[in-house]
Nanobody, 124 residues
Framework: QVQLVESGGGLVQAGESLRLSCAAS???????MGWFRRAPGKEREFVAA??????????ADSVKGRFTTARDNAKSTITVYLQMNSLKPEDTAVYYC????????????????WGQGTQVTVSP
């Protein structure tokens, strides 16, 4: 059974940074990991993804150049990070970590497992 637990959300001002973490237990070492977000009144949208090896990443245009995802596979619990810099009020959303067994980082679909989400609020 795969479990994903996000942490690191909070309230920041525009221009500041936050780092989200996702602790992934279970057999996730070979999974592609993704980050998604849902803003109030909007559909969930893709943010970033990273392959199991960490060698390939993909980002939504809205966050490209500001957000970076990375993963640490060294321990039994895999940790995936989302470093968010130069945050904007429009980045305010609940951020979710997700995992999938198959599919590329450029395909935003096919995720099998989801975390509970962590709130990120960016004030002007």
């Amino acid at each position: 059974q795969v479990q994903l637990v996000e942490s690191g959300g909070g309230l920041v001002q525009a221009g500041e940074s936050l780092r989200l973490s996702c602790a992934a237990s279970g057999r996730t070492a070979s999974y592609t990991m993704g980050w998604f977000r849902r803003a109030p009144g909007k559909e969930r949208e893709f943010v970033a993804a990273i392959t199991w090896s960490g060698g390939t990443t993909n980002y939504a245009d809205s966050v490209k150049g500001r957000f970076t995802t990375a993963r640490d596979n060294a321990k039994s619990t895999i940790t995936v990070y989302l470093q968010m810099n130069s945050l904007k009020p429009e980045d305010t959303a609940v951020y979710y970590c997700a995992a999938k067994t198959y599919g590329s980082v450029t395909d935003s679909g096919g995720y099998d497992y989801w975390g509970q989400g962590t709130q990120v609020t960016v004030s002007p």
